[in-house]
């Protein structure tokens, strides 16, 4: 008989086809499509079949000739992620400015008052000034009217610039001065106030302002004050240019939504945690309260507004009320977003403190049986719901050459990390934790400032390198590369993303350093985070280091360097961990798809 055993993902639909004869399977071809809507929902039917075909095309099959197809038991859970600042970004008593621009002028700190170019001839001598150069004021002019100011004997210490003049001005002038230009919205630069500038090196950033006690220093001002003017010091770290005016109190209103609390709701006791705390703080409480039944944020706070979006979104999707929805894992990561800083008069941003969350709802079990009889209705073939996914995996992963039981598999996929174990004599427990590809995805996304997921995803997947010239490439690990050909004129002096379909130019101005420190970051804050706890949760002693070989399968497991973060990460347990190879042929693809096949000639 012919059997199709299908493994419905939260990304990838994935077939694998064989034919049972005499209790023994010969697997015949293998498929794999997108996941059509939202996971264990009518919507995945498309991919289903879209997947079989290509598994039958393969084969030289039609659907009429399967006796059998079984589908995972997708439906217990469904992974999301949300992501919230804990704090905002709001600054009393202070403007600033900090931005990039090409090309300012002369270097150093400088402090004194805000003063308009038209204005300057007012200022008495031995007075410190940092003067404001609005568009209509050319080079040429401002170079002189600054340089007689000087005679005169007023302390011009820095000017802030509109135009793109900072370089010109300087050339010209007695005495040099830092100059920020390029600052568009000059008018709302406050006047008559006590401000820094301070311009670096080219190659270099500010020190200065960038640090709270340096902002401290030059305004003097007290613990409490320098409190609050740490964020304006974050989002100037980086910058080669940046100017701090200390503006009357009340000029800028504070506000801030509290980061709130979540109540864990365990089996047998609860746990109450402030966002704040951070994720490791939060990933400790799920642990000691495991099982978790449901987990609920304080109304009216950021932690209450995300969980009780997930949940939202996950009763729509199921077409359930949102009451009847619990999350029953979450996976909390430490992670940084720019946030639109208020008082800022270059856009300027910052980078706040934020909790990204991933979190698994259990759903109605009746939606798969559903789907199999809907399924059955439309191509004609029997349909049966088979075991749990992970149980599945495991039965897949063994089919990798050199495994043996006892074993124990982390399945990577997009939503969710699954881990199974099966005992020397068969048994198997498995569990399935919030948190896998997708959240990688997202938390490159927030911390490089992406609004959408295609370039994250690509970042994610394939290396990085710099254009140096035309000619040539240097990747991330320093070496270079020569082409005999031009490249790509849009691609010169960028970072690009070596896709298997060629170079893509990343937009923004992200260093490649940068760019790879982040995604290294969120690689191994998701899935060394999760393969460690959920082998904690499969560990027949709950500790980790009794499990001797691990297999990795799903398909972040094909990931260029996921595989390595993890078994590196399990070498300190003394685990042998590595990328399985399914069936001899599938790497690590097609494990659950594999195990359901499997598990038919074992029930039968
Ligand atoms: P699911 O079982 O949830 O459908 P899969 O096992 O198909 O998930 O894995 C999907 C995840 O694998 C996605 O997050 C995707 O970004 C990631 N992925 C797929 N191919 C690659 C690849 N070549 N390198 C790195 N990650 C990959
Ligand atoms: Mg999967």
Redesign the pocket.
């Known amino acids: 008989m012919i059997i199709a055993g299908i ?1 419905i ?6 077939t694998a086809l064989a034919r049972y004869t005499n209790g023994t399977p010969q697997f015949l071809a293998s498929g794999i499509v997108p ?1 059509t809507g939202m ?1 264990g929902t009518r919507q995945n039917i498309h991919g289903i079949f879209a997947s079989l075909k290509q598994a039958l095309t393969q084969a030289g099959l039609t659907v009429e000739e399967v006796d059998l197809i079984r589908i995972n038991e997708a439906a217990p859970v469904i992974g999301d992620v949300a992501m919230e600042t804990i704090t905002e970004t709001i600054i009393t008593e202070s403007t600033m400015i900090g931005h990039n621009p090409s090309t300012p002028g002369g270097l150093g700190t400088g402090v004194g008052t805000t003063v308009h170019m038209r204005n300057i001839d007012k200022i008495a001598p031995h007075e410190s000034v940092i003067v404001i150069i609005p568009r209509d004021i050319d080079f040429e002019t401002s170079s002189r009217i600054i340089n007689e100011s000087l005679a005169r004997g007023v302390y011009v210490n820095g000017a802030i610039v509109q135009r793109d003049d900072g370089v010109l001005i300087n050339n010209r002038l007695n005495k040099k001065i830092p100059i920020v230009d390029e600052v568009s919205l000059i008018d709302k630069v406050p006047l008559g106030m006590w401000a820094a500038i301070e311009v670096a090196a080219p190659g270099n950033v500010v020190e200065q302002l960038s640090n709270p006690y340096g902002i401290a220093t030059v305004f003097d001002l007290s613990s409490e004050e320098t409190k609050q003017i740490v964020p304006i010091s974050r989002a100037l770290i980086g910058n080669r240019s940046a100017v701090v005016i200390k503006t009357p109190a009340g000029d800028v209103k504070e506000r801030k939504i509290p980061a709130g609390k979540i109540t864990i709701h365990g089996k047998h006791k609860n746990a109450v945690i402030n966002i704040d705390d951070g994720a490791d703080v939060v990933m400790e409480a799920i642990r000691s309260v495991a099982p978790v039944e449901d987990v609920e944020g304080e109304a009216g706070t950021n932690a209450g507004g995300m969980l009780e979006r997930v949940r939202q979104t996950m009763a729509n999707l199921t077409d359930s009320k949102p009451n009847k929805i619990k999350i029953q894992d979450l996976l909390a990561v430490d992670t940084f977003v720019p946030q639109n800083v208020k008082g800022g008069v270059a856009e300027e941003f910052s980078m706040e403190n934020a909790v990204g969350i991933a979190a698994m709802v259990r759903a109605d079990k009746l939606q798969m049986d559903q789907i199999a009889r809907e399924l059955e209705k439309e191509v004609g073939v029997k349909v049966e719901v088979g075991g749990v996914e992970a149980d599945m995996a495991i039965r897949g992963a063994l089919t990798t050459p050199g495994s043996n039981k006892p074993l124990a598999i982390i ?6 990390t699954d881990a199974a174990i099966v005992s020397g004599s068969g048994e198997i427990h498995s569990i399935h934790l919030a948190g ?3 959240m ?2 997202l938390l490159i996304a927030s911390e490089l400032g992406f609004d959408e997921l295609a370039f994250p ?1 690509d970042i ?2 394939y290396p990085l390198a710099k254009v140096e010239t035309l000619f040539n490439i240097r990747h991330e690990d320093g070496t270079v590369e020569f082409y005999d050909k031009p490249l790509d004129a849009s691609t010169f002096a960028k970072v690009v993303i070596l896709t298997p379909n060629g170079m893509v130019p990343i937009p923004g101005n992200h260093s490649m350093e940068r760019i790879r420190a982040v995604r290294r970051e969120a690689k191994t804050k998701v899935f060394v985070t999760n393969a460690i706890r959920s082998l904690e949760r499969v560990s027949p002693t709950g500790n980790v280091r009794d499990i001797q070989f691990v297999t990795l399968v ?3 497991a ?3 360097e ?1 595989p390595q973060l993890v078994t590196d990460a399990l070498a300190q347990f003394s685990i042998v961990a590595g990328r399985a190879n399914i069936r001899a042929t599938e790497g690590p ?1 097609n494990a ?1 798809a594999t195990g359901l096949v499997l598990a038919y000639g074992e029930e039968a």
Do not use: P
């Not at 993902?9 to 994935?14: D, L, P, R, V």
């Not at 399945?411 to 969710?416: I, Y």
């Open positions: 493994d993902g939260n990304a990838s639909t994935e996941t996971k399945d990577m996929g997009a939503g969710s896998a590809g997708n990688v995805t995803e994610k997947k799903g398909g972040s094909l990931d260029f996921i693809r659950v």
